[in-house]
């Protein structure tokens, strides 16, 4: 049973970093597409970034230039690293591991909150 635990939230002021991990159990964590959206507050679940088993990357335009996603396949794990935060980019933050055959699965989600 795969199973995605998020971590790393937190509260910082603006202009801080953060770095936020995923751990996916399971098999075949090297064929996974990984991505991290995030939710705030009355708005809809949006993608942030998004790192393929090829390792093709994308990332919204509002986070790009000072977010960075990578993966280490080694320990089952998803980063999102993020710099020059914004109180806009407060919300929770979700990762999410999908499998042609091991299916799509969510975490739970970590809180970042941008305040000064």
């Known amino acids: 049973q795969e199973k995605v635990v998020e971590s790393g939230g937190g509260s910082v002021q603006p202009g801080g970093s953060l770095k936020l991990e995923c751990v996916v159990s399971?098999?075949?964590?090297?064929?996974?597409?990984l991505t991290w959206h995030r939710q705030a507050p009355g708005k809809q679940r949006e993608l942030v970034a998004t790192?393929?088993?090829?390792?093709?990357?994308t990332y919204a335009d509002s986070v790009k230039d000072r977010f960075t996603i990578f993966r280490n396949n080694a320990r089952k794990t998803v980063y999102l690293e993020m710099n020059n935060l914004k109180p806009e980019d407060t919300a929770v933050y979700y990762c999410?591991?999908?499998?042609?055959?091991?299916?799509?699965?969510w975490g739970q989600g970590t809180q970042v909150t941008v305040s000064a």
């Open positions: 999410n591991a999908d499998h042609r055959i091991y299916g799509n699965h």
């Open positions: 399971g098999n075949e964590f090297n064929f996974y597409t």
């Open positions: 790192i393929t088993s090829g390792r093709t990357i």
